[in-house]
């Protein structure tokens, strides 16, 4: 297992910010991240032993930590294997994306209807930092996340946002970025400002039309990406 750690970490030393955290909370936002981060990655097996050690905490809040993470199946029982970070095959990953078109495409329209003249701002201007970003994945990649992650709160449906959040830790076990591919690229830079244009024009089926056309495009590459063609 790689190494990972409690940020200003002392063990599972409390800051400011996390002083009405449990220390299993605190265990499964360290775990969730390091996961999230790929420090550790899919199909690489964790026992509460060693995390115990590393995090210098008690068995007990890592077991609660772990039995959390497999409710979100981030964390599964391999046979044979003990306990390992989930890895998606093809047919996981289809469904994963056909429900994200379904989400996506509902943020989408609700941010149509809700979204303020200073997060449409927003948007378009991440747009333009995408065109202007270059070719790198990664940046692509963050850039991607804020834009979502913008017409999420745009919605102003917490219900939908925090059930496109858990589906983005499910993505994070996928590693690679799409954005890996030369043509998604372009291709999701013209998908973006589909989805901007008319939650800008306020035309909620156009927005959850074009949110949806867009993650089926994510779909069709990250499969090209997971059978290497």
């Given at each position: 297992m790689?190494?990972f750690?409690?940020?200003?970490?002392?063990?599972?030393?409390?800051?400011a910010?996390d002083?009405?955290?449990?220390?299993?909370?605190?265990?499964?936002r360290?775990?969730l991240?390091?996961?999230?981060?790929?420090?550790?990655?899919?199909?690489?097996?964790?026992?509460?032993?060693?995390?115990?050690?590393?995090?210098?905490v008690?068995r007990?809040p890592v077991?609660?930590?772990?039995q959390?993470?497999?409710?979100?199946?981030?964390?599964?029982?391999?046979?044979?294997?003990?306990?390992?970070v989930a890895?998606?095959?093809?047919?996981?990953?289809?469904?994963?994306?056909?429900m994200?078109?379904?989400?996506?495409?509902a943020?989408?329209?609700?941010?149509?209807?809700?979204?303020?003249?200073?997060?449409?701002?927003y948007?378009?201007?991440?747009?333009?930092?995408?065109?202007?970003t270059?070719?790198?994945p990664?940046?692509l990649?963050?850039?991607n996340?804020?834009?979502?992650?913008?017409?999420?709160a745009?919605?102003?449906n917490?219900?939908?946002?925090?059930?496109?959040?858990?589906?983005?830790?499910?993505?994070?076990?996928?590693?690679?970025?799409?954005?890996?591919?030369?043509?998604?690229?372009?291709?999701?830079y013209?998908e973006?400002g589909?989805?901007v244009?008319?939650?800008?024009?306020?035309?909620?089926?156009?927005?959850?039309?074009a949110?949806?056309?867009?993650?089926?495009?994510?779909?069709?590459?990250?499969?090209?990406?997971?059978?290497?063609?």
């Amino acid at each position: 297992m790689n190494d990972f750690k409690i940020k200003d970490g002392d063990g599972l030393g409390i800051r400011a910010l996390d002083r009405s955290l449990s220390r299993s909370d605190l265990v499964y936002r360290t775990l969730l991240e390091a996961i999230r981060k790929g420090e550790i990655k899919p199909g690489e097996r964790v026992t509460e032993e060693e995390i115990a050690q590393k995090l210098s905490v008690s068995r007990t809040p890592v077991r609660a930590a772990l039995q959390s993470l497999q409710a979100r199946r981030l964390i599964v029982t391999a046979p044979g294997r003990g306990l390992m970070v989930a890895e998606l095959d093809t047919q996981q990953v289809l469904e994963l994306y056909a429900m994200r078109a379904v989400l996506e495409g509902a943020a989408a329209r609700f941010a149509a209807q809700h979204a303020s003249e200073g997060e449409i701002a927003y948007l378009e201007q991440l747009v333009n930092e995408f065109a202007e970003t270059g070719s790198s994945p990664a940046t692509l990649a963050k850039l991607n996340v804020r834009f979502h992650q913008t017409i999420y709160a745009a919605s102003r449906n917490r219900y939908v946002q925090e059930a496109l959040n858990n589906f983005e830790d499910a993505l994070s076990l996928l590693q690679s970025t799409t954005f890996s591919l030369p043509e998604r690229q372009a291709a999701a830079y013209a998908e973006h400002g589909e989805i901007v244009s008319a939650i800008a024009l306020h035309d909620s089926e156009a927005a959850e039309r074009a949110a949806r056309h867009h993650i089926g495009e994510a779909q069709k590459a990250r499969i090209r990406i997971m059978l290497g063609r």
